[in-house]
């Protein structure tokens, strides 16, 4: 009998920013090898980055970018891993999974190899319920259920747009975690899902990411890091404030908990803190910001969400400092260079 084939092979792109060799892809050969990859190159576009034979693959590096999107390639990061989000904006598949080059294949307490990429698909197929929370956590994976109390009327769920997965070995800690704790490693193992409650935030971790793109694509802006800024390794967490606010508003889930994988190496807490530090006094003013950000009725779609939201960052953290007044601007011409390569579809 013919082997199954692997699931979404043609409605999935894998999204790896990199600034090196993708000898990391040999390990995840036995998963990743049906599906197209897209490689997003950082830093210097005249340097080859190596792939592996044998994968189905497209590369863009900053030359391609700056080609591709004119004046508007300000809005994509420079020196900086939310460079991935271009990837995001060039695909043309409905699901996306992103990976770091230093994340590998975990293995589960049994021994068994993890299969990413299969998890994240299941926790994008099968519904979110974040309007009342089910104390078995995902009700729609296998030998789970929603528990008695549980309302009927929203045993239905709502579309899953974001599956957020977690990490085994070296956690993503900020730079004055890392430093009080250097030889902290994260060995537990949780086999469960949750769906993120409707008006609660998270930390997103880009390293493991899942999503939708027709549901949520356009709102996973990684914003302005890297070269340049003020500011960095606040790419994902803001990309994940952003579209939590408008999953919320627009009745879309999101889910975190498995798949794990491997992630490999520690990156430097002092080039971490230099990178951070403004972010760590700003987070106290940003987060009280997206828990208090309300959209009105008439943003119905993710662009008119984000459009709406990009204005609210401009009249209120502004204010904060002139960086995010570059940020709205960058968060409005990311939705104009998103609608340049992704025309709406007449209906």
């Not at 830093?43 to 693959?57: A, E």
């Not at 992630?263 to 230099?274: G, I, Q, T, W, Y």
């Not at 987060?287 to 709406?308: G, H, M, R, W």
């Not at 209120?316 to 940020?327: E, T």
Request: net charge negative; hydrophobic share 35%.
């Amino acid at each position: 009998m013919a082997a199954a084939a692997p699931p979404l092979k043609d409605e999935l792109d894998i999204v790896i920013p990199t600034i090196r060799n993708l000898d990391f892809l040999e390990m995840w050969r036995p998963f990743f090898e049906p599906y197209h990859l897209i490689i997003v190159q950082d830093g210097d576009p005249t340097k080859t980055i190596g792939v592996p034979d044998g994968f189905d693959y497209e590369l863009y590096n900053r030359n391609d970018i700056n080609r591709i999107l004119g004046p508007k390639a300000s809005c994509i990061s420079f020196k900086d891993s939310a460079c991935r989000c271009f990837g995001y904006m060039v695909s043309k598949k409905k699901y996306i999974y992103t990976i770091d080059d230093d994340c590998f294949v975990a293995n589960d307490p049994s021994g068994k190899q993890i299969n990413a990429l299969e998890q994240h698909i299941k926790n994008l197929l099968c519904p979110s319920t974040p309007h009342f929370f089910n104390t078995l956590y995902d009700p729609f994976r296998e030998g789970s259920d929603f528990v008695r109390g549980y309302p009927f009327s929203l045993r239905e769920g709502v579309p899953t747009a974001v599956s957020h997965g977690l990490w085994l070995n070296i956690p993503d800690y900020d730079a004055p975690t890392q430093l009080v704790k250097p030889r902290e490693r994260n060995s537990t193992y949780v086999n469960a899902v949750l769906t993120i409650p409707k008006g609660t935030l998270f930390p997103m971790c880009g390293m493991n990411l899942g999503f939708d793109r027709e549901l949520i694509g356009p709102a996973m802006y990684f914003g302005l890091m890297g070269d340049g800024q003020p500011i960095g390794r606040y790419d994902d967490m803001w990309a994940g404030w952003c579209i939590k606010v408008i999953c919320d508003h627009l009745g879309l889930g999101v889910k975190t908990g498995l798949p794990y994988i491997w992630h490999s190496k520690a990156s430097n807490p002092f080039v971490n803190l230099r990178k951070e530090y403004k972010g760590i006094f700003w987070q106290e003013e940003i987060i009280p910001f997206f828990q208090n950000a309300t959209l009105s009725k008439d943003s119905t779609t993710v662009q008119k969400c984000y459009i709406e939201l990009a204005k609210q960052v401009k009249d209120k953290l502004g204010k904060i400092d002139p960086y995010f007044l570059k940020l709205a601007d960058a968060m409005e011409t990311w939705i104009e260079a998103w609608d340049d390569l992704n025309p709406p579809t007449a209906k």
